[in-house]
């Protein structure tokens, strides 16, 4: 508790509190951030799951990962940002909790599934059998994960 009232006592949290451009431009940085996250995410995961089979999983994901990443880097700092101008308030809502959560289970699928014999064979273009139920197992993981933390984040505001 005295780490959260820190954060909302520090000149960082005042200045975007007191701001009248700064906190909506993180807000702004924030949705950017998921959206291109999200747009990216969607479409690589519909591809997991058996969608445009002619288009090769390596071939989408040079093209979407890197946006993927950004968008991630950016929701997550900005999303801090956002955090900090009420961090006790959020920290009592077990749906922050839950969101936060959500958030760590998307990263952690997306590291751990590029780790794997699945996503190796799927860069070769091979992934009959077992490749592709690992693949499919992953894609909906991820799109349930980010889906609900998303949805869960848009709820935040208004509990």
Sequence with gaps: ME??????GSAL????????WLYPLVNTGHVLGV?????????MDARLL?????????ALARVLLPFVMAGCALAVATGGLLFIVQPTEYAAKPIFWIKMGLVLLG??????LRRTVAWRAARRGAVEGAPAARLRLAGGLSLGAWLTALVLGRLLGYL
Excluded: C, H, K, T
């Design 35 to 43: 959206a291109l996250l999200f747009g990216g995410i969607v479409p």
């Design 50 to 58: 058996g969608l445009w089979r002619a288009i090769p999983i390596a």
């Design 107 to 112: 990263i952690a699928n997306a590291l751990v």
């Design 3 to 8: 780490l959260l009232a820190a954060l909302e």
């Design 13 to 20: 949290a005042s200045v975007l509190r007191q701001s009248f």
